[in-house]
């Protein structure tokens, strides 16, 4: 529920942005997916803040860095009525429901810990061959305790897909917010990207190879980081159309085309033909820039005909 300001000034978005120190890009996408109250939107893109949405979004940031949440369990608390967004709400003054949802640091550390074990598991054997027994001697824990973590095996994917989300969207938001032009935005998100897709690659192809056609949740789950992406890319490229460094073009269909290059070109980490990070780092950076700089001349204008 909105906090009763009574005259107190409301915010526009850049300013909530500014108090709260996360991008504009990332408080939209709280809104989207019910971790905030819709704003009072007075026309299709005017929408006003109250003030107590600066204690709401800080409270965010605390679950997710001090407490371990991911935005997906910060979701079902609110949810199943475990807090709720009420006036005079400080991030301390929630630390009960975190406690009475997830358990101890102690437990915190150990569901993290099940769920690194089983990132590599699922990359070494496959998502369908592994079981839980697998993992619980991987982990080297009894295998009810992790029943007690986790319902079953898929559950602990869908759990490594909100990290990987949440991982997106910490990631890129600040770049994109400090990025002093639309192009730069996007160039600057080219290494952190190549860094994420090696990282968790073994994901990827789980979802390709095994999972993403017969299992509609985990497709759900992918589907939702594939929209996150696309719209921070669609934003930075109307950004950068609208300042002029980037060329005219439809941003919706050139947001896809960077982010198919970059996925491609990391793809060469996973294979064994590997390439320096550096390498493909600079070499997708210029083919990036080349592609969507205002100041590269289109094909047929480049000096001379053939």
């Known amino acids: 529920m909105l906090v009763n300001t009574g005259n107190q000034k409301l915010l526009r978005i850049g300013e909530l942005s500014r108090l709260t120190g996360v991008s504009t ?12 109250p819709p704003p009072l939107k007075t026309a299709p893109n005017m929408a006003y803040y109250d003030p107590g949405y600066v204690d709401m979004v800080n409270s965010i940031k605390v679950f997710k860095r001090e407490k371990g949440l991911s935005l997906t369990e910060i979701k079902d608390m609110l949810q199943k009525g475990e807090f709720s967004w009420t006036e ?4 301390e003054d929630l630390s009960s429901a975190v406690e009475t949802t997830k358990g101890s640091k102690r437990a915190l550390d150990r569901r993290r810990h099940i769920m690194s074990v089983a990132a590599r598991v699922f990359a070494e054997k496959g998502y369908y ?18 029943y007690w973590y986790f319902d079953n095996k898929r559950s602990i994917m869908v759990a490594l897909l909100d990290d990987l989300s949440d991982e997106i969207v910490d990631t890129f938001s600040g770049i994109m917010r400090d990025a002093e032009n639309g192009l730069e935005a996007i160039l600057d998100c080219i290494e952190p990207a190549l860094l994420l897709l090696e990282r968790h690659g073994a994901i990827y192809i789980m979802y390709f190879l095994e999972i ?11 589907r939702r980081i594939y929209k996150v992406v696309h719209a921070g890319t669609r934003i930075a490229l109307e950004r950068g159309i609208s300042e002029g460094v980037v060329r005219d073009m439809d941003p919706h269909i050139g947001a896809y085309g960077v982010m198919g290059l970059v996925e491609r070109v990391s793809e060469i980490g996973m294979s064994l033909d590997r390439v320096p990070l550096e390498k493909k780092v600079a070499e997708t950076t210029e083919m990036v820039r080349r592609a ?14 053939r």
């Open 129 to 146: 061959a592994t079981t839980i027994s697998d993992l619980a001697r991987a982990a080297g824990i009894a295998k009810g305790t992790i």
């Open 88 to 91: 005079g709400s400080q991030p």
């Open 25 to 36: 890009s990332a408080i939209n996408y709280y809104v989207r997916e019910g971790l905030l």
């Open 212 to 222: 993403g056609s017969t299992d509609t949740e985990i497709q759900m789950r992918f």
């Open 292 to 305: 969507i700089a205002s100041d590269v001349a289109p094909r047929g204008k480049r000096g001379g005909s």
